[in-house]
């Protein structure tokens, strides 16, 4: 089985390097024969490359320790659910497993498309093509993902307690989705730019598939931060470390090419700027994996770098030199544009909107990058402390959430200073009141700019849905219910991207209430004692002892009080893992609409009779709104992705 | 036991690879690729006048909220209402 | 028009460079060897410092009661005594790699602030 997944993984690459050459030939002479045959070269690289991974997983689940991954990564006590992890936890498997997802993405592009874009398709199907190649020699050729070990040992070393958990079981596979999204939107736009069919055409054909790659990137994000909030113990979601940063950063520039799209569709508007993001982005999810594989010192992870980043700097480079010398051969194709009536218009905040993001995201990369150069010039080694990320990129992030509000107030082509006058009336100024309004009942400063910074946008989105229903319900009559599915149904990309927007207002609430307002305390106790944070009273009542086969686990029962009235009992665990020689937290979390009281047994002797306990408390206000944030995130990506029976014919075909 | 293994896929894969090639040879005299051709031509020449009167928009004021749309739209951009009635 | 996007080029420019100097100025730290900051001695006095090394074996002390948690960072032949307020991080063993943030006092002992664990992504057995 392993050999059979080896050989398929070799005529992999060699059917990838195949389908690379033919269809670019087949694009280029225009033979048909040449096209078909690299699309069929292409879903034979996909069914090879799902064989070679069924092989690999078989191997997993059947602990086969012949295979060095698998003896690095799984033991015999490993569930069986954790053989993805298992699989990622190697950096030459993270790689393979992304290529896969790649290959199946390419293969449905190449049946989706085949037959509606006869001169871009098969120019993408070549740069995919090229772009799985580099995948399949990273794990082939460079590393050998099936590598043998020359005497299979009895047990492995088993996987990080840290990664068996369900959000890192979800939260690589969601990152890998995006990225090879996106990967597969750079490759559809590039084709169109080198075939010279740059005008609206590749919108149409791509808007779903870079709103796929973008939601999922988002929700791997926030399933990251979830993660890190839950289990490494710490209590805080977000640390802007390099591979957390490495994965927003994509996700920030999708976002601004997504909003470039919606200008793309409505005006034709700034052609190059939309390229230019793509490329952007692209070249993003690649540093990706040049940052997590060890090519920029982290902190936090990636200690045990792979020998991959030279290559990927390479490719970063290949990609940036290509792309910009054909946008600059291309450039005067573009025609022209419509030009926009007035900056004050939808298209001027669109622009403005853009600018900030590409703003952040060369914020956080000077940030990772900086110590690095200053390094390099034989400064004194420095690192960027969370301040700096916290201080430069949160007022940005802070003005974005708030200019959303004014995004949508603002009509296409000009917006006339009283229609803009009557929308403030109703939603700025509301805002304002009760952020006044909280900043004289004490509550909080933060809180005040909360309400400001989120009411805003969020009073916005409400007035346009009741102007909108309303309007609805005087047409077609019926209940304000219907009438507010059928205005959503009437333009989904529009109404998706406001439910996203509440969503991003809620993740704002969530990160203002959690940073600004968190208690956090910390006790030992004895088995009777109390502790204070907040206005919680947690007594220790009990300690449990329980045995198993990996682990020994010392579970800790407290009782929850508030204002002196029971309600409920947390039961934090303390887990030494025999295979790690090290203890790990599991916390208990308790989550209310208003705060989590969030509790870690962090330290206990696990010596007979000696019960004494060290207890880590935390208080985090409003933190749960963050994945009620990430609902909303996914719900509005949904509405926006449905496909849209009426109207697909004529969108995919770029009629629109 | 793998190396036969190993030539039957690449041989399979060969031939669901190669087979577009055998295929056309057939097809061409039919001559599929000349109608293609004349229907991208079509295609290429209405786009081109639609492009042309699009440079040609007029607005058009929503009857229910009042926001500017272009006549081509069937519904506002802004709220939803039909804009044909 | 042109004018106008410059104007607005410039402001942008210089509200970017305002927010990178501003953050830079409050949040960079210095990050030294053990030996490093033992030569360095009085001049990294009260200063923000983060240290790398590997936690000595048998060096861990825990005081439960006054939550202190005691060890030694060693790199090469330097050993750095430490004392960090607080639990101990998950993972954190003799042998693990930290980083400690900090500051070092005339004392000698490095007061840290903050613990950080290199996370392994695998286990690798002793060599």
Redesign the interface.
């Given at each position: 089985m392993v050999?059979?997944g080896h050989?398929?993984l070799i005529?992999c690459f060699i059917?990838a390097v195949?389908t690379a050459l033919a269809s670019a030939w087949g694009a280029r002479s225009g033979s048909?024969?040449?096209t078909?045959?690299a699309r069929?070269?292409l879903?034979?690289v996909a069914v090879?490359y799902t064989?070679a991974m069924a092989a690999m997983l078989y191997a997993f689940m059947s602990k086969d320790f012949s295979l060095r991954i698998v003896t690095?990564?799984a033991s015999r006590d490993l569930p069986a659910v954790y053989a993805f992890s298992a699989l990622y936890?190697?950096?030459a498997g993270s790689v393979l497993f992304w290529g896969w997802l790649l290959s199946l993405f390419a293969a449905v592009l190449a049946l989706q498309k085949y037959n509606s874009y006869?001169q871009i398709t098969p120019c993408a199907i070549s740069i995919l093509a090229v772009i799985l190649a580099f995948f399949l020699a990273l794990v082939t050729i460079v590393v050998n993902v099936f590598e043998e070990n020359p005497y299979p040992p009895v047990d492995g070393?088993?996987l990080?307690p840290?990664l068996q958990n369900v959000g890192m079981l979800i939260h690589p596979p969601l990152l890998y989705l995006g990225f090879a999204g996106f990967m597969v939107v750079f490759a559809f736009v590039m084709a169109a730019l080198i075939v010279r069919r740059p005008?609206m055409e590749w919108i149409g054909g791509i808007r779903r598939w870079t709103l796929f790659a973008w939601c999922v990137l988002g929700i791997g994000n926030l399933v990251g931060m979830w993660w890190s909030y839950i289990e490494?113990?710490?209590g805080g979601y977000w640390a802007w470390d390099p591979v957390e940063n490495a994965g927003l950063m994509p996700w920030l520039l999708g976002t601004a090419f997504l909003h470039s799209v919606a200008m793309l569709r409505?005006r034709h508007y700034l052609h190059t700027w939309g390229l230019a993001l793509i490329i952007v982005t692209f070249i993003f999810v690649l540093l990706s994996p040049f940052i997590t594989h060890g090519g920029i010192e982290s902190?936090?992870?990636?200690?045990?770098a792979s020998n991959y980043p030279p290559y990927i700097l390479g490719a970063i480079v290949v990609t940036l030199v290509g792309s910009v010398v054909l946008l600059y051969a291309r450039h005067r194709d573009f025609g022209k544009e419509d030009k926009p009536l007035s900056?004050i218009s939808r298209e001027g905040a669109f622009l403005l909107t853009n600018?900030i993001f590409l703003?952040l995201v060369?914020?956080i990369i000077?940030g990772v990058i900086l110590?690095r150069i200053v390094e390099g010039l034989g400064g004194?080694?420095?690192?960027?402390?969370?301040?700096?990320?916290?201080?430069?990129c949160g007022?940005?992030m802070l003005f974005l959430v708030f200019f959303m509000g004014v995004c949508s107030t603002l009509?296409?082509?000009k917006a006339s200073l009283k229609?803009i006058g009557w929308n403030l009336l109703y939603t700025l100024f509301p805002a304002v009141i009760i952020a006044i309004a909280v900043l004289i009942s004490g509550i909080g400063n933060w809180y005040a700019l909360a309400a400001l910074v989120c009411g805003f946008p969020l009073f916005t989105i409400m007035r346009?849905w009741l102007?909108?229903t309303?309007?609805?319900r005087?047409?077609t009559g019926g209940y304000y219910a219907g009438a507010f599915l059928?205005?959503i149904g009437?333009?989904r990309p529009?109404y998706g991207g406001f439910i996203v927007h509440i969503g991003i207002i809620l993740i704002t609430l969530g990160v203002i209430g959690s940073s600004f307002y968190g208690l956090e305390g910390?006790?030992?106790l004895d088995i009777g004692e109390e502790m204070t944070v907040g206005k919680y009273e947690l007594s220790y009542d009990a300690l449990d002892m329980r045995e198993g086969s990996s682990k020994v686990s010392a579970v800790a029962s407290l009782s929850i009080s508030r204002d002196g009235k029971l309600i409920d009992t947390v039961r934090p665990e303390y887990n030494y893992w025999f295979?790690?020689?090290?203890?790990?937290?599991e916390v208990a979390v308790r989550t209310t609409p208003a705060e989590d009281l969030f509790v870690?047994l962090?330290?206990t002797?696990f010596e007979p009779g000696d019960e004494?306990a060290?207890f880590?408390v935390l208080v985090n206000p409003l933190i749960v709104w963050m994945w009620v944030g990430g609902g909303f995130l996914l719900l509005g990506g949904l509405v926006a992705f449905w496909p849209d029976r009426k109207r697909q014919s004529g969108s995919e075909a770029g009629v629109t | 036991?793998?190396v036969p293994?190993?030539i039957l896929?690449?041989l399979i894969?060969a031939i669901?690879?190669?087979?577009?090639?055998f295929?056309?040879?057939a097809k061409s005299v039919s001559g599929d690729?000349a109608l293609?051709e004349e229907l991208?031509k079509r295609i290429r020449a209405l786009?081109k006048g639609r492009?042309e009167a699009a440079e040609d928009v007029v607005d058009k004021v929503?009857p229910?909220?009042?926001?500017?749309c272009d006549s081509r739209d069937k519904?506002?951009?802004?709220?939803?209402?039909?804009l044909s009635? | 028009m042109k004018k106008?996007y410059l104007i607005g080029g410039i402001v942008?420019v210089a509200a970017?460079g305002y927010?990178?100097y501003?953050?830079?100025s409050?949040?960079?730290?210095?990050?030294?060897t053990v030996s490093e900051l033992l030569d360095k001695g009085s001049d990294t006095y009260d200063t923000n410092i983060?240290v790398t090394g590997k936690v000595t074996e048998g060096s861990i002390e825990?005081d439960?009661?006054k939550?202190e948690l005691g060890f030694s960072v060693v790199e090469g032949n330097a050993s750095l005594p430490v004392i960090y307020k607080?639990?101990?991080?998950?993972?954190?063993?003799a042998g693990a790699?930290v980083?400690v943030e900090g500051r070092y006092h005339s004392d000698r002992i490095f007061r840290a602030e903050s613990i950080?664990?290199?996370?392994?992504?695998?286990?690798?057995?002793e060599e």
């Open positions: 050999d059979t050989i398929a005529l059917a195949y048909h024969a040449f078909a045959s069929n070269g879903l034979v090879l064989l690095e990564h936890a190697d950096k006869k070393f088993g990080n840290l005008g490494l113990g710490w409505k902190p936090l992870h990636g200690f045990y900056p600018v703003v060369f914020l000077t110590p004194s080694e420095i690192a960027l402390e969370r301040d700096y990320f916290d201080w430069s007022p940005v009509r296409w082509r229609s346009e102007l909108g309303r309007a609805r005087r047409a059928r205005l009437s333009n529009r910390m006790e030992t295979s790690w020689m090290e203890p790990f937290a870690s962090s330290w002797s004494s060290t880590r | 036991m793998t293994l190993g896929l690449g894969a669901f690879i190669a087979y577009p090639f295929r056309s040879r690729e293609d991208e786009r492009s929503c229910s909220c009042g926001a500017r519904f506002c951009s802004e709220c939803g209402a039909s009635t | 106008r942008l970017v927010l990178i501003m953050a830079l409050s949040s960079a730290i210095y990050y030294v983060r825990w439960a009661e939550l607080g639990a101990m991080p998950d993972g954190f063993k790699d980083m950080l664990l290199k996370c392994p992504s695998k286990y690798v057995p």
